[in-house]
Structure formats: structure tokens, C-alpha cells
């Protein structure tokens, strides 16, 4: 059950990061969200602007494979952190106003699974990959 219940956690999570990553880069494009998060205040728009989105679509893409998942999440959730300091944390909780509930969710899911791992259904579990008791990444 918890291999399962871990791929459904990936596939939810994967999905959310890969589509925001994508908006990024295509639909805003990396300068629009460049200029977006200058505007927000983000402490180096450039960097972040390109942390943000790669890390959202390699990150989202990792996770829906259950590569690197460690690794991924960790980024992901280094991610969500700067979103919740930088642009939701005096907004309230709720997301219709701007708040924090869903970067806060995303990032919790993506600590998960990168403390418990892809679980057996996934490219790190076939290749006998898992997260250690310390977190680091070990073969089983």
C-alpha cells in the first residue's frame, strides 16, 4: 500500500509542478517571469525566475518518473519555501486571495516524498534506490 499510496502522491504532485514549470516557460516565458517576480520583490528575479521554472518542470518531471526523487523534492520544496516567504505568507491561507494553502501543500507533499521515497513503482525503486533513515539517497 505504501508504494501505491507514494505513486499517487508523485503523479498528483508531478503533474501541479510540471504544469506550473511549464506556464513559466512557455506562456509567460522566462522573462515575463523574470519581470513578475521582480515585481513581487524576489531577491535576484533573473536566478529565481529560472530556479523556479526548471525546477518545477525537472522537478514535476523527476517525480512523475520516481528519479532522483530525493533530490527533486528537495529542490521542490526549497521552491515552494521561497513562493511562501516571498509572495504568500501576508496574504492569509486561502489561494482565492492570494494565500499560502497551496504552496504549503505542495511543498509538505514534495517533503514526503522526498524523505520516504519513490516507493517500489518508480525508476529509483526498480533500480533498488530508496531514501535512507538520514535522508540520504542509498541503494537497498
Known amino acids: 500500500m505504501t508504494s501505491l499510496a507514494l505513486l499517487i502522491a508523485r ?3 508531478g503533474i501541479v509542478f510540471v504544469a506550473h514549470g511549464w506556464q513559466k516557460f512557455d506562456e509567460m516565458g522566462l522573462a515575463g517571469t523574470q519581470a513578475s517576480f521582480a515585481k513581487m520583490g524576489a531577491p535576484a528575479p533573473e536566478q529565481t525566475a529560472y530556479y523556479s521554472t526548471f525546477a518545477e518542470l525537472v522537478g514535476g518531471a523527476a517525480l512523475l518518473a520516481g528519479v532522483f526523487t530525493a533530490v527533486a523534492g528537495l529542490l ?3 521552491d515552494m519555501l521561497g513562493a511562501l516567504l516571498i509572495v504568500h505568507i501576508d496574504k492569509g491561507v486561502f489561494v482565492a486571495g492570494g494565500g ?3 504552496v504549503v501543500a505542495l511543498g509538505v507533499g ?12 518508480s525508476v529509483d525503486g526498480m533500480l533498488g534506490r530508496k531514501v535512507g533513515r538520514a535522508g540520504a539517497l542509498s541503494r537497498s
Do not use: D, M, N, Q
Open 11 to 13: 503523479i498528483g504532485l
Open 76 to 78: 521542490l520544496v526549497g
Open 100 to 102: 499560502y494553502e497551496l
Open 110 to 121: 514534495a517533503l514526503l516524498v522526498a524523505v520516504f521515497g519513490a516507493g517500489r513503482y
